[in-house]
């Protein structure tokens, strides 16, 4: 056991050292005159125990005289930031300076002391993160204080028990905590340090020394399977049915972290057709990417690469605080850890550590034998499927058509009689590491039978292939040309959620009582036409490499987005000759009535004024119920409603029908231009005729 003891209450600074090659920083002889003008040399120093910088200097540590600079120091473990300064001048509060004289060296001086107050006593206590059952480990304190003496305890003694000197002994697995106290510690100030660790049954030491004898600092890729199955194959061979995807499991550990979020990145590639990607590049975000196939080239020139089609990122925390939100219901006994009140916001730091852990050994089974691994409690089985079922019954009672059906699917393809849940790890015949298996068992019938099979099978073995030095960069660079079409694409889908607020606002068109007229938007809501036009401008840039709106992953915009809200092939309707006047949608009609159908155009597209040669889409339709046929004693009647002339270009109402009806005028979009304009409709209301006695 390593232990310091610091009685002195004042850190007297160290002599001030310099951090890089700042030496060279001074040779200006190849630095221009008007460079020299407009910049200044920055220095940084500290006095130890810890790490200054300064953001967005150049490469020679020279900053932009009139910009404001951040500073940022990071103190060691048991010590905390005592100042900053620059040239003597204090910026603690502000952490920033802005440099003014180019003729000025900037030192920028930050003082670290350690974190206690004079005669205080603080207390740190370390370790590894596991220790074998049947081995030992030695805890590290370090005490900060007048007096170095502490005594330990562990939170169960049956996981794990621990002398006065701070040596742990593995008694059996699960997960427990050891407390430091110091001797000056009261009631009113406990003085104590605790530490949490795992007791390894020996099959999981093996797996951690076998993923421990790979350096990770360049990068390895491990392989293994995923399984999936929806039901047993059958009676004899339940396992048959499953549907087996390869992937990759690749990680790289980063010698600089500062942070546990930042020490790993890792990349998980499931290998389908279209590949899956789950990615944490120590940013604190998982990165959740698909992949598509794209060929370029015909024949023998032809190449396929992956292009990426979504990327949605979510934070890790906030992803475990949902978690956690999530098992409350399912684990009554996390309710006595988790702080009351909205549990869909939990956050980690809230809870209570100590408490989880004990959580934990109760809903998990340690077996000592490798073949049965870990795996949770039948108890905790049994409610997990309980829940499962209730979530799914109330779906299918559910009164939403949709919400009904896809849980009548959901029924189908999700486990109705979980059996077990394992973590398995198997080993060589030396007894050395081979690789893990992650399984979960189901129960169906297969000829009537009850059968048991593996619902899901996860894998994954030790052997190990080197990766290239840039895959991780590789990997940031593809993430940030897709993270910035996302940010176009989300600005396409606000422009498109304009569109539908203006359509909302238009009138509903008769007879139908969630449709609203486009007809209506186009002549009576004023940014209609305009959040339209814009909206087909940028929906064209997508794929336009000359466009600022180019899309850099093309298979990332969607059909449904190039397809929606196509500029409208547009008219006006006028009754007779009130040219003036523009009539409304649904407009209620009287038998001889005529409306003149005038100036065609386009509704949304910014080109087409500038087109030589305008589409023809004069040649509109009615609908069907126009006209009405009966046929009596093999004579057939025609009747006529409502007729389109297109010499005239005039709509006459003829007669009126027996019942309520709409008829619909529609402008036909030519052939040429079917995916770049789309039909207009009018309807006219047709009351019944009279009732003649």
Same mark, same amino acid.
């Given at each position: 056991?390593?232990?310091?003891?610091?009685?002195?209450?004042?850190?007297?600074?160290?002599?001030?050292?310099?951090?890089?090659?700042?030496?060279?920083?001074?040779?200006?002889?190849?630095?221009?005159?008007?460079? *020299?003008?407009?910049?200044?040399?920055?220095?940084?120093?500290?006095?130890?125990?810890?790490?200054?910088?300064?953001?967005?200097?150049?490469?020679?540590?020279?900053? =932009?005289?009139?910009?404001?600079?951040?500073?940022?120091?990071?103190?060691?473990?048991?010590?905390?930031?005592?100042?900053?300064?620059?040239?003597?001048?204090?910026?603690?509060?502000?952490?920033?300076?802005? $440099?003014?004289?180019?003729?000025?060296?900037?030192?920028?001086?930050?003082?670290?002391? *350690?974190?206690?107050?004079?005669?205080?006593?603080?207390?740190?206590?370390?370790?590894?993160?596991?220790?074998?059952?049947?081995?030992?480990?030695?805890?590290?304190? =370090?005490?900060?204080?007048?007096?170095?003496?502490?005594?330990?305890?562990?939170?169960?003694? *049956?996981? !794990?028990?621990?002398?006065?000197?701070? @040596?742990?002994?593995?008694?059996?697995?699960?997960?427990?905590?050891?407390?430091?106290?110091?001797?000056?510690?009261?009631?009113?100030?406990?003085?104590?340090?605790?530490?949490?660790? &795992?007791?390894? #049954?020996?099959?999981?030491?093996?797996?951690?020394?076998?993923?421990? %004898?790979?350096?990770?600092?360049?990068? /390895?890729?491990?392989?293994?399977? &995923?399984?999936?199955?929806?039901?047993?194959?059958?009676?004899?061979? $339940?396992?048959?049915?499953?549907?087996?995807?390869?992937?990759?499991?690749?990680?790289?550990?980063?010698?600089? !972290?500062?942070?546990?979020?930042?020490?790993?990145? &890792?990349?998980?590639?499931?290998?389908?057709?279209?590949?899956?990607?789950?990615?944490?590049?120590?940013?604190?975000?998982?990165? &959740?990417?698909?992949?598509?196939?794209?060929?370029?080239?015909?024949?023998?020139? !032809?190449?396929?690469?992956?292009?990426?089609?979504?990327?949605?990122? =979510?934070?890790?925390?906030?992803?475990?605080?949902?978690?956690?939100? +999530?098992?409350?219901?399912?684990? #009554?006994?996390?309710?006595?850890?988790?702080?009351?009140?909205?549990?869909?916001?939990?956050?980690?730091?809230?809870?209570?550590?100590?408490?989880?852990?004990?959580?934990?050994?109760?809903?998990?089974?340690?077996?000592?034998?490798?073949?049965?691994?870990?795996?949770?409690?039948?108890?905790?089985?049994?409610?997990?499927?309980?829940?499962?079922?209730?979530?799914?019954?109330?779906?299918?009672?559910?009164?939403?058509?949709?919400?009904?059906?896809?849980?009548?699917?959901?029924?189908?393809?999700?486990?109705?009689?979980?059996?077990?849940?394992?973590?398995?790890?198997?080993?060589?015949?030396?007894?050395?590491?081979?690789?893990?298996?992650?399984?979960? +068992?189901?129960?169906?019938?297969?000829?009537? =039978? !009850?059968?048991?099979?593996?619902?899901?099978?996860?894998?994954?073995?030790?052997?190990?292939?080197?990766?290239?030095?840039?895959?991780?960069?590789?990997?940031?660079?593809?993430? *940030?040309?897709?993270?910035?079409?996302?940010?176009?694409?989300?600005?396409?889908?606000?422009?498109?959620?304009?569109?539908?607020?203006?359509?909302?606002?238009?009138?509903?068109?008769?007879?139908?009582?969630?449709?609203? %007229?486009?007809?209506?938007?186009?002549?009576?809501?004023?940014?209609?036409?305009?959040?339209?036009?814009?909206?087909?401008?940028?929906?064209?840039?997508?794929?336009?490499?000359?466009?600022?709106?180019?899309?850099?992953?093309?298979?990332?915009?969607?059909?449904?987005?190039?397809?929606?809200?196509?500029?409208?092939?547009?008219?006006?309707?006028?009754?007779?000759?009130?040219?003036?006047?523009?009539?409304?949608?649904?407009?209620?009609?009287?038998?001889?009535?005529?409306? +003149?159908?005038?100036?065609?155009?386009?509704?949304?597209?910014?080109?087409?004024?500038?087109?030589?040669?305008?589409?023809?889409?004069?040649?509109?339709?009615?609908?069907?119920?126009?006209?009405?046929?009966?046929?009596?004693?093999?004579?057939?009647?025609?009747?006529?409603?409502?007729?389109?002339?297109?010499?005239?270009?005039?709509?006459?109402?003829?007669?009126?029908?027996? +019942?309520?009806?709409?008829?619909? @005028?529609?402008?036909?979009? #030519?052939?040429?231009?079917?995916?770049?304009?789309?039909?207009?409709?009018?309807?006219?209301? /047709?009351?019944?005729?009279?009732?003649?006695?």
């Amino acid at each position: 056991m390593r232990k310091r003891l610091f009685r002195s209450a004042t850190i007297i600074a160290l002599s001030l050292f310099s951090v890089g090659s700042l030496a060279s920083c001074g040779n200006t002889s190849s630095t221009s005159s008007s460079e *020299a003008a407009t910049k200044a040399l920055v220095e940084v120093t500290t006095n130890g125990h810890g790490t200054v910088s300064v953001a967005n200097l150049d490469s020679d540590n020279k900053a =932009t005289l009139n910009t404001a600079y951040t500073v940022t120091a990071t103190a060691d473990a048991g010590y905390r930031l005592d100042a900053v300064n620059v040239n003597g001048s204090d910026i603690t509060s502000a952490l920033s300076f802005t $440099p003014t004289d180019a003729t000025v060296n900037y030192i920028v001086n930050a003082t670290f002391v *350690a974190d206690v107050n004079p005669g205080k006593t603080s207390l740190k206590l370390t370790g590894n993160t596991g220790v074998e059952v049947g081995k030992t480990m030695q805890l590290s304190t =370090t005490v900060y204080g007048p007096n170095a003496s502490v005594t330990y305890a562990s939170s169960d003694k *049956a996981i !794990a028990t621990v002398d006065q000197n701070g @040596l742990v002994t593995g008694v059996k697995a699960g997960f427990v905590t050891v407390t430091a106290t110091s001797v000056l510690s009261t009631e009113k100030d406990p003085v104590t340090s605790s530490f949490t660790f &795992f007791v390894e #049954p020996s099959y999981i030491a093996r797996m951690v020394e076998g993923f421990k %004898s790979y350096d990770y600092g360049t990068g /390895l890729s491990f392989t293994g399977s &995923f399984a999936l199955a929806f039901g047993p194959g059958s009676v004899e061979k $339940p396992d048959s049915a499953q549907i087996r995807i390869p992937y990759t499991f690749s990680m790289k550990e980063n010698a600089d !972290a500062t942070t546990l979020l930042s020490s790993t990145n &890792f990349n998980l590639s499931l290998s389908t057709a279209k590949r899956i990607d789950i990615s944490y590049l120590g940013d604190g975000n998982l990165t &959740f990417v698909g992949y598509t196939p794209v060929t370029t080239g015909d024949g023998d020139t !032809a190449t396929t690469v992956d292009e990426i089609c979504f990327l949605k990122e =979510t934070s890790i925390s906030t992803l475990l605080s949902s978690l956690v939100a +999530k098992l409350l219901p399912i684990i #009554p006994s996390l309710s006595s850890i988790i702080p009351t009140g909205d549990s869909s916001s939990t956050s980690l730091s809230s809870i209570n550590i100590g408490s989880l852990l004990s959580v934990l050994n109760s809903v998990l089974v340690f077996d000592t034998d490798a073949t049965k691994g870990i795996s949770l409690s039948p108890a905790i089985v049994t409610t997990l499927q309980s829940y499962l079922t209730e979530y799914l019954k109330s779906m299918t009672d559910s009164e939403d058509e949709y919400t009904k059906s896809m849980g009548t699917i959901l029924t189908a393809i999700l486990p109705s009689d979980l059996q077990d849940i394992r973590f398995i790890v198997n080993l060589n015949a030396d007894n050395t590491f081979n690789n893990i298996a992650f399984t979960i +068992k189901d129960s169906k019938k297969s000829d009537d =039978t !009850a059968v048991t099979y593996k619902f899901i099978d996860f894998s994954l073995g030790k052997s190990a292939t080197a990766l290239s030095a840039n895959f991780f960069s590789d990997l940031n660079t593809s993430y *940030a040309s897709a993270k910035a079409d996302n940010v176009i694409l989300d600005t396409v889908n606000t422009m498109k959620a304009a569109i539908d607020t203006d359509l909302n606002g238009a009138a509903l068109i008769p007879h139908n009582p969630s449709s609203h %007229s486009r007809y209506d938007a186009i002549h009576f809501t004023s940014n209609f036409t305009t959040d339209l036009t814009t909206f087909r401008d940028t929906v064209n840039g997508l794929s336009d490499s000359k466009s600022e709106n180019y899309i850099t992953n093309q298979s990332m915009i969607s059909s449904s987005l190039i397809e929606s809200y196509l500029p409208f092939c547009s008219f006006d309707v006028f009754k007779g000759d009130d040219t003036a006047n523009a009539l409304p949608d649904g407009y209620t009609v009287k038998v001889g009535d005529t409306f +003149k159908i005038a100036n065609y155009t386009v509704a949304g597209d910014s080109t087409y004024e500038a087109l030589e040669v305008k589409p023809d889409f004069t040649d509109m339709r009615l609908s069907s119920n126009a006209v009405k046929k009966t046929t009596v004693d093999n004579v057939t009647t025609t009747t006529e409603f409502v007729t389109y002339d297109k010499t005239t270009q005039t709509v006459t109402i003829k007669a009126l029908p027996e +019942k309520e009806s709409v008829v619909t @005028l529609s402008t036909k979009v #030519p052939s040429d231009y079917t995916g770049k304009y789309t039909s207009l409709s009018y309807n006219f209301l /047709l009351p019944a005729a009279a009732v003649v006695a």
